[in-house]
């Protein structure tokens, strides 16, 4: 069965189609604010239109125009496909490929997952070598997050605002062609938005 992937919680936009358990194609992009012009043509570069009887998409947290344009596009295609649809998020993901790429010595008990919130804050969740969340998302400021860390490393698009406060700080943004690095519970999330804090704009009452 394929599955597509779908990621366009951050300022990059990536798709990845897997397929037997390995990534067959995928696209990758530093776009900004581009998301909503750039995600269909990248699906249709794809095999056969990135065309697949699964779809997982990032549920974020991140931007919040990023995340809604992957979910909407994903449950278009879920109607034209008849695909079912699932989600995942960006912090795992990150976390996922920092471990992958450096894993934790014994005496570090997790990496931090730190990603752009907004308003001077990041999105904080910890994960223990096994990739298993540590604690909930938050969105909070930087030195509190700092103090969560300690001496931990640190990976993310956020990590930027814990300069002079974490040591051990990777620059990072997700890529779906790291699904797969993605635990079964992980990739299995509702295809709803994780937006780790209230919007900022209110619906009047």
Not at 77 to 92: H, R, T, Y
Not at 167 to 182: G, K, M, W, Y
Request: with cysteine; net charge neutral.
């Amino acid at each position: 069965m394929r599955t597509l992937v779908i990621e366009t919680a951050t300022q990059s936009c990536s798709v990845a189609l897997i397929a037997n358990g390995r990534v067959i194609a995928a696209r990758h992009d530093v776009v900004g604010r581009g998301h909503a012009e750039r995600l269909v043509p990248m699906i249709a570069e794809l095999p056969e239109g990135g065309r697949a009887a699964r779809i997982l998409v990032d549920v974020g947290p991140g931007s919040f125009t990023g995340v809604r344009v992957g979910i909407a596009a994903a449950r278009g295609l879920k109607l034209g496909w008849g695909a079912s649809v699932g989600g995942f998020s960006s912090l795992a993901l990150v976390a996922a490929a920092a471990l992958r790429d450096r894993p934790l010595p014994t005496e570090v008990a997790f990496v931090a997952a730190v990603l752009e919130a907004g308003h001077g804050e990041v999105f904080l969740q910890r994960f223990d070598a096994a990739l298993s969340p540590l604690d909930d998302v938050r969105s909070m400021p930087p030195a509190e997050a700092a103090a969560l860390i300690g001496d931990a490393p640190a990976v993310g698009n956020g990590v930027h605002r814990l300069e002079d406060l974490v040591a051990d700080r990777r620059q990072a943004l997700p890529d779906a062609a790291d699904l797969l690095l993605l635990p079964p519970a992980l990739a299995d999330l509702p295809p709803r938005p994780l937006y780790g804090r209230a919007p900022d704009a209110k619906l009047p009452q």
